[in-house]
């Protein structure tokens, strides 16, 4: 079968050929339908993120896919279920995260990640995977199954951030999204309804792609060329809800200044290292006094899967239309990889159900 891999040391994907997998016990195997592109891609593949399988040269991309089970394998899956795969598995054996169904909770060494850390993705003609690792998905949702991966890893961050402010009455509303990249637009997308205002900080000229979805949402864009996002409180007001989706260390910081007396920033960018100065003082004080939350949340497990399915289904059709710049076949998935001003979200296409 063919698949998109990386090899070591390449710092681009390659189409390669590899053996169609067997499902073992518990498995089933899955025909694959699209795989999703995101900035932990790129990552991946410049070297920055992740690893490769032991004693592999190369990994197979891919974490945000869709497809439909060709052998159930006495799974209790049917053939023709459309199913969408979690991310992380069991490195050697179990362990108590993946026993209670919370992976994403796994410090380091408990999890591999598909795709990313230590085990082959998804970005192959077929996969196998636990039942247990697959989500169903609608059919009627096939062509967007894409989506529920990121849209989990929002659904995830918002619990975490609603969790810490549970032990007093909390009604956000203002959002601000810290990134107009694929993440922070969708994250806007299903949040927007829930907050009387919303915000998106980037860093773009118009006319744009991004800034337009932002217009038709409705989201106040916020340039960070202009407005850096520890003086949004003075500029606009202070945000209830933070979501940081750029990557850029320096926002997770001064999130803290951007949010009102209570509120909550969820972070989400996994930044290279940088040192720089910022005053601390000022930092605790703020935190201390206004009664502020910070969370760092990664990854997702399949209650937030199952939510994020409902969520991508509740996508206005224009939005989805606008933020899927591009679905490229096996004969120029390199488009996919095409990381420019035009492109937001885009995946390769394997198969058709
Ligand atoms: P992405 O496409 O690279 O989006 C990042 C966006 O942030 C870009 O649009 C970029 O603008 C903008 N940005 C970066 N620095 C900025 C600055 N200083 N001011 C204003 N805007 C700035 O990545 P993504 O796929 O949406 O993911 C977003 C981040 O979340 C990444 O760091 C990714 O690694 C992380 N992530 C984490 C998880 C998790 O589980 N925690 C899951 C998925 C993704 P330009 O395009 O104009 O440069
Ligand atoms: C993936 C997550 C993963 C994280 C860190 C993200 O892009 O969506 O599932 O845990 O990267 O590797
Ligand atoms: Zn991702």
């Not at 059919?139 to 989990?152: K, M, Q, R």
């Not at 993440?183 to 006319?207: I, V």
């Not at 997770?252 to 989400?268: C, E, K, M, S």
Request: glycine share 10%.
């Amino acid at each position: 079968m063919k698949a998109i891999a990386v090899r070591r040391g390449e710092e681009s994907p390659a189409l390669i050929e590899k053996p169609t997998p067997e499902p073992a016990d518990g498995e089933a195997l899955v025909r694959t339908l699209r795989v999703g592109v995101d900035g932990t891609d790129y990552e991946v593949i410049s070297g920055n993120h992740g690893g490769y399988p032991e004693g592999e040269d190369h990994i197979v991309l891919g974490h945000e896919a869709v497809g439909v089970v060709e052998d159930p394998n006495g799974t209790g899956l049917e053939a023709g279920d459309v199913v969408v795969p979690t991310v992380r598995r069991r490195p050697n054996g179990s362990n108590e995260y993946f026993a209670r169904g919370e992976p994403d909770m796994a410090p380091e060494g408990y999890y591999h990640e598909r795709g990313i850390d230590g085990e082959h993705g998804f970005m192959a003609e077929y996969f196998t995977s636990p039942a247990e690792h697959l989500v169903h998905c609608p059919p009627e949702l096939a062509d967007l199954g894409f989506l529920v991966e990121p849209a989990s890893i929002t659904e995830k961050a918002v619990e975490h951030a609603r969790a810490s402010r549970s032990a007093f009455e909390w009604s956000p509303e203002s959002l601000f999204v810290l990134g107009n990249g694929s993440l922070g637009l969708l994250t806007l997308a299903m949040l927007d309804e829930s907050f009387d205002r919303t915000y998106c900080l980037g860093r773009r000229d118009r006319p744009d792609p991004t800034l337009d979805i932002l217009d038709e949402l409705g989201v106040t864009y916020v340039d960070s060329r202009q407005t850096p996002v520890d003086e949004v409180a003075e500029a606009y007001e202070g945000m209830d809800f933070v979501f940081e989706a750029t990557g850029y260390a320096k926002h997770a910081f001064q999130t803290i200044h951007a949010l009102a007396p209570n509120g909550v920033g969820a972070l989400l960018g996994v930044p290279n290292d940088w040192t720089f100065e910022m005053d601390g003082g000022a930092l605790h004080r703020e935190f201390v006094l206004h009664n502020k939350a910070l969370v760092g949340s990664v990854n997702s497990n399949v209650r937030h899967f199952e939510r994020a399915v409902e969520s991508v289904a509740a996508l206005p059709e224009w939005f989805t239309d606008d933020l899927v710049t591009g679905v490229y076949g096996l004969d120029d998935y390199e488009q996919a990889f095409v990381d420019d001003d035009t492109t937001i979200k885009t995946a390769v296409e394997f198969g058709t159900r």
